[in-house]
């Protein structure tokens, strides 16, 4: 969620440790099917290539299926992972060196957002949060795409990152704006929160390059 593998390049362990852990994590998840005859020993690394893509690519949603389904809420949190996702990964933000810190931070940021969204549905205030959602999808729609230190794009990435960011953080706020209007206040507050927790991740970037420019300019 706040940690990036492919900005890292071959600079600390971190990398190699995450890879191994998802690699063991693969092959015991492929071994309990053999045990369970549930595929054939001929597909075996076919699975447990599947396995690693997966567990690689949607360890957020992962995280975010174990942590909802803790605290009673697997669909809300399926509803706020996914836009985040979809947005954060090209408009772009903060990301950690250290994979171990960012589980934690993850696990701790998924839990505080669910609380809130359990929160604003229970006190039926999901209308109040709007400015700052509508805010949120603004900035993210100028701001980004936003280098981290470990990530740089290139000029082309630059500008295909901006374009697709800016149709999905449109089109998330679409959907947040037609599931109030529809009074779908669970679905409404998860898609907010998606998107405003896109935006404040995107804060000590754009801190950051702020304070940059004003010591240039002292």
């Known amino acids: 969620m706040l940690y990036d593998p492919s900005a890292q390049g071959t600079q600390g362990l971190e990398p190699v440790q995450q890879v191994r852990m998802i690699s063991s994590i693969s092959s015991k998840l492929v071994k309990w099917l053999l045990k369970a005859e549930a595929i054939s020993q001929q597909d075996k690394e076919l699975y447990e ?22 605290l009673g809420m697997f669909f809300e949190g399926i509803a706020l992972i996914l836009p985040f ?8 933000g903060y990301h950690l060196n250290s994979s171990k810190v960012c589980f934690f931070l993850s696990t701790t940021i998924i839990t505080l957002s669910l609380l809130l969204i359990k929160h604003i549905i229970a006190t039926e205030t999901v209308i109040y949060y709007v400015p700052f959602v509508v805010i949120a999808a603004i900035q993210i729609f100028i701001a980004s795409p936003i280098d981290s ?59 950051k390059s702020v304070l940059r420019k004003v010591e240039l300019h002292i």
């Open 49 to 70: 290539y599947a396995a690693y893509s997966f567990l690689f690519s949607f360890m957020p949603l992962v995280l975010v299926m174990i942590v909802g389904g803790l």
């Open 85 to 92: 996702m979809l947005i954060r990964k090209f408009s772009g």
């Open 149 to 207: 230190e470990a990530r740089q794009l290139r000029v082309k990435e630059r500008c295909a990152f901006k374009k697709v960011a800016r149709v999905m953080v449109a089109l998330n706020l679409c959907l947040f704006l037609v599931a109030l209007g529809l009074n779908w206040n669970r679905f409404a507050a998860c898609t907010g929160c998606g998107i405003a927790l896109t935006a404040i991740l995107q804060w000590p970037c754009i801190i």
